[in-house]
């Protein structure tokens, strides 16, 4: 009886133990002394971010202001512009054939287009030598492109360019880490280093994040230009065969 009283004892214990020892585990005082749970990190805000970059994100925010502007004025200006109406050479036609040369040119007035202003200039043209009237179209074409195109040069710079600043202060930024690293002597820790650095690393993303955006603004709209400029050709070589066919 002593041996069987013996062992429920050992187990007895046995489940003592381990009892305490899943509370324990799951209880955070039971921690030793000095050590502390790990806090969740704190989420980053954009505000945040562009505050920590410094003084190279106030250029970086005004060539983003810029670029928006550009691209949504020059969007609307050429939406505008290619806004075709199928029976608007139609009617230049009957008006031509009928000698009507001043209603045509009410009509391209009142289009409004650069294909119209395209067709009123080589309707005032009309009765000089073909190669003068081709010549004066194409100018006006040159003209018409160049005008839609005003703004894309401030979108070519800041895709170029946001993402050079964004580097210069990324630069700037380890410069200074390394600066207040040597500073500290022999107090310095990877706090000092690591915070320099995120700081610096934040200009080189909004550069990157401007850069992009203009870029991709940049050749949409180069894209739609040249739409037009296919319309503007068409029209015109339309506009010449008119012109060139037996009365």
């Not at 050429?78 to 230049?92: C, G, L, N, T, V």
């Not at 409004?112 to 009765?127: Q, V």
């Not at 991709?216 to 010449?240: P, S, W």
Request: negative net charge; charged residues 15%.
């Amino acid at each position: 009886m002593s041996i069987l009283t013996s062992i429920q004892a050992t187990a007895a214990a046995i489940a003592d133990t381990t009892a305490t020892t899943a509370i324990a585990m799951t209880d955070t005082t039971a921690l030793p002394q000095g050590v502390e749970a790990a806090a969740p990190a704190a989420d980053l805000s954009v505000w945040q971010l562009c505050i920590e970059g410094g003084l190279v994100m106030i250029p970086l925010a005004l060539l983003a202001l810029v670029a928006i502007y550009v691209f949504f004025e020059r969007a609307i200006a050429i939406r505008r512009a290619a806004h075709e109406d199928k029976s608007f050479m139609q009617r230049i036609k009957d008006y031509i054939i009928d000698g009507e040369l001043e209603s045509a040119r009410r009509l391209c007035a009142q289009t409004d287009t650069p294909y119209a202003r395209l067709i009123d200039k080589g309707i005032s043209r009309i009765g000089r030598p073909m190669n003068d009237v081709l010549v004066a179209i194409e100018n006006t074409g040159n003209i018409e492109v160049a005008r839609l195109g005003k703004g894309l040069p401030w979108l070519a710079t800041t895709a170029a360019g946001a993402p050079m600043i964004g580097f210069l202060g990324t630069v700037m930024g380890m410069v200074e880490a390394f600066y207040n690293l040597a500073s500290a002597g022999s107090s310095a820790n990877i706090d000092v280093l690591a915070g320099g650095i995120y700081e610096a690393l934040v200009t080189t993303v909004a550069g990157l994040v401007v850069g992009i955006i203009a870029l991709f603004a940049y050749n949409y709209l180069v894209a739609r230009i040249n739409g037009i400029m296919n319309v503007l050709e068409a029209k015109t070589m339309e506009f010449m065969d008119l012109l060139n066919e037996p009365s």
